[in-house]
C-alpha cells in the first residue's frame, strides 16, 4: 500500500504494452468539438494549454437492445464493448460490437457476473476485464471483497485475490500504471459515506 492507493500486482498475466484509455464510451456518444484549457499552477506562474477534440455528435444507428442501467462500467476489448454491473441486472453482460453496431446479437451466450457489482470501474489489462473495488448488493450496499476478471476471448469470470478489509471501497477509481492498479478514493459505506 503506498499513501492512499491500493497497488495489486497482477500475478497471472504479462507484462502491459497497451496505454490505458478512456475511449469505450466514444461508441455511444461521439466525440464533440472542444476547447478545454488545463491551468498549470507553478510557484509564480500559471501555464496552460489547449486541447481541441473535433467531430459531431452523433446519434449510433445501432440494432438490438442492452439493459438501461446507472453506476456501471463500460469497457472495450478488441473489437467488443462490455456493458455490466450497476443498480439494474448487475449481473448481465451486454456487449455491442463495434463492426456490426448491433447489441447482444453474436450468437454468444455469455455468462452473469459472479456478483452484483455497481458504483466501479473496470479497466482492461492484458486481454482481461478487472473490477477491482466496488459496491455489490443494493440497499444496503456492500463493499466488494475479492478482485472481479473477465476473460472475454474465453467468455469466462474469476474470482481473483481477496482486497484487504482496510481498502474494499466503491465509488473510487480505478488506473493501471507500471503493471500495477491503483485504486484511489471511493467509500466504504454505501450511500451512508465513510471513508
Not at 181 to 187: D, Q, S, T
Amino acid at each position: 500500500m503506498v499513501g492512499s492507493f491500493l497497488l495489486i500486482p497482477p500475478s497471472s498475466v504479462n507484462r502491459l504494452y497497451l496505454v490505458l484509455l478512456f475511449a469505450a464510451i466514444l461508441a455511444i456518444v461521439p466525440l464533440h468539438h472542444v476547447d478545454a484549457t488545463q491551468s498549470i499552477r507553478g510557484s509564480n506562474k500559471e501555464k496552460s494549454r489547449k486541447l481541441a477534440l473535433s467531430g459531431e455528435w452523433m446519434d449510433m444507428n445501432d440494432t438490438g437492445s442492452y439493459t438501461a442501467r446507472h453506476e456501471c462500467s463500460f469497457v472495450q476489448a478488441g473489437k467488443k464493448f462490455f456493458l455490466f454491473g450497476g443498480r439494474e441486472s448487475p449481473k448481465k453482460l451486454d456487449v455491442y460490437d463495434i463492426e456490426s453496431k448491433k447489441w447482444n446479437q453474436d450468437g454468444v451466450t455469455y455468462p452473469d457476473a459472479p456478483a452484483e457489482w455497481h458504483h466501479f470501474q473496470a479497466t482492461l489489462y492484458n486481454g482481461l476485464i478487472f473490477v477491482v473495488g466496488a459496491f455489490r448488493k443494493n440497499s444496503p450496499e456492500l463493499n466488494a471483497e475479492q478482485v472481479g476478471v473477465y476473460d472475454p476471448a474465453n467468455n469466462v469470470w474469476m474470482l481473483g485475490p481477496m482486497i484487504p478489509a482496510s481498502r474494499q471501497r466503491g465509488g473510487g477509481g480505478l488506473v493501471l500504471h507500471n503493471d500495477r492498479f491503483y485504486m484511489v478514493a471511493g467509500n466504504n459505506n454505501g450511500h451512508s459515506g465513510g471513508y
